[in-house]
């Protein structure tokens, strides 16, 4: 849902006002932050991904205030963000290229930490137009409507991806965990 | 989209939803907002040098072409004139003297001369005082080089 004092805050945005983006920043970091995690599983890059939503707010700021949803254009800014990320990093030599996982929770040594990482290492197996819908719902809790203008399709083929993915994930999850 | 508003998850997915909902997430790192804040407003003080820049850059691209049209202007003939002949001197001088029989010959050649060389060069202001140094003010242009005291 569009928060409702978005509208100041993109006048703000659009006159280059330092305040306005550290407004954004408090407001909007942390769900960036997570779905850039899910989408790209690394600390750094996905540090470097809201970094870059925030430069490119910088440069195409005069346009901002012809955008109407602001966290479906900040989500599909980090969408093309993570993209770019995801190909410096495939663009890297093996050798440099780190195998650890960084969303790898630590070894569990009770039940419900166990069903954790089990979770989390079924969600790292999704495809990645998945694994993308699910963080943009659950992590960026945005709409379909709004899942739909990040992705680039209509609401209800977002609503399906979702579904889609929550069952490959639970096929995934069988024999370890049932809800 | 009220097919999306109707739209209901089977219990199990539900479930699983809510648990993804709640499973634990990362935060990011305290120093991220430094970061990014401080990238913002680098980024931000760039944009407004940048207008000063581009005046700069227009105001150095006017004085540029201000200079260089004023060489062009310095070194056009202002007058004009079509360029004149490239007729050999000999036939030159043979003209004027069908004109002014009474001219002696090596004054029409001279006159010739003077009208080829003329037809060839660019106009320029009259000297003034310093053109005598250059030994022009011992020419009577009504009668040929002035005698040495």
């Known amino acids: ?179 | 989209m009220a097919a999306m508003t109707n739209w209901q998850l089977p219990g199990d997915l539900q479930r699983l939803e809510h648990r993804l909902a709640g499973r634990p997430r990362e935060e990011p790192l305290a120093a991220l907002r430094g970061r990014v804040t401080a990238g913002v407003e680098a980024a931000l003080r760039r944009q407004r040098s940048g207008g000063w820049w581009m005046l700069a850059a227009a105001a150095a691209a006017v004085l540029i072409w201000l200079n260089l049209s004023l060489s062009a202007t310095n070194a056009t003939d202002g007058t004009l004139r079509p360029r004149g002949t490239r007729e050999p001197v000999e036939q030159i001088a043979r003209q004027i003297e069908q004109l002014l029989p009474d001219l002696p010959r090596e004054e029409a050649r001279r006159h010739a001369v003077l009208y080829r060389s003329g037809s060839e060069l660019i106009p320029c202001p009259e000297l003034g005082p310093r053109s005598w140094a250059l030994g022009l003010g011992s020419w009577d242009l009504d009668a040929g080089p002035r005698p040495k005291a």
């Open chain 1, 1 to 179: 849902m569009e928060h409702p004092d978005s509208e100041p805050l993109l006048v703000g945005l659009a006159g280059g006002d330092a305040r306005a983006f550290g407004l954004l920043y408090d407001r909007f970091a942390g769900r960036l932050y997570q779905v850039a995690m899910s989408m790209l599983s690394r600390r750094e890059d996905a540090e470097d991904a809201v970094q870059e939503v925030f430069a490119a707010l910088v440069r195409s700021r005069q346009r901002l205030g012809a955008v109407r949803d602001l966290q479906a254009y900040l989500f599909a800014a980090l969408r093309r963000a993570a993209a770019r990320c995801a190909n410096r990093r495939a663009r890297l030599p093996p050798a440099l290229e780190t195998a650890v996982h960084e969303t790898a929770a630590p070894s569990g040594q009770d039940g419900e930490s166990s069903l954790r990482e089990d979770l989390a290492a079924a969600l790292r197996t999704l495809p990645a137009q998945q694994r993308e819908v699910i963080a943009l719902k659950i992590d960026g809790e945005l709409t379909f409507a709004q899942i739909g203008q990040v992705m680039g399709t209509s609401g209800n083929t977002a609503a399906s991806r979702y579904r889609y993915a929550l069952e490959k994930l639970r096929q995934l999850l069988e024999g370890e965990w049932r809800p």
